[in-house]
């Protein structure tokens, strides 16, 4: 089985401490990390595990195969 992150570049984001009224930037946002043996079955059971995402206003979604689910390591921008 194979492990697939899902995105999407819809949507926008605040900085930390903004008080702009405006979003900051677009960005691309995480939808969710799933299993299956390919990209589709991996897709089917994220909506089966997160019901919520069909009352989300996101669409457009795509995936990328992980190598492995385990953190690297952590990195600091400031």
């Known amino acids: 089985m194979n492990t697939y992150i899902f995105l999407t ?3 926008s984001t605040y900085q930390p401490n903004s ?4 979003p ?5 946002q995480v939808i969710g990390i ?9 897709f089917e059971s994220l909506k089966k595990e997160n ?7 996101f669409d457009e979604v795509y995936c990328y195969k992980l190598e492995s689910d385990n953190i690297v390591k952590y990195f600091n921008l400031k």
Do not use: K
């Not at 900051?24 to 691309?28: E, G, K, L, V, Y």
């Open 19 to 22: 008080e702009s009224i405006e």
């Open 34 to 42: 799933s299993s299956g043996n390919n990209e589709d079955e991996a």
């Open 9 to 11: 570049n819809e949507g």
């Open 24 to 28: 900051d930037c677009a960005n691309t």
């Open 51 to 57: 019901t919520y995402l069909s009352t989300m206003s």
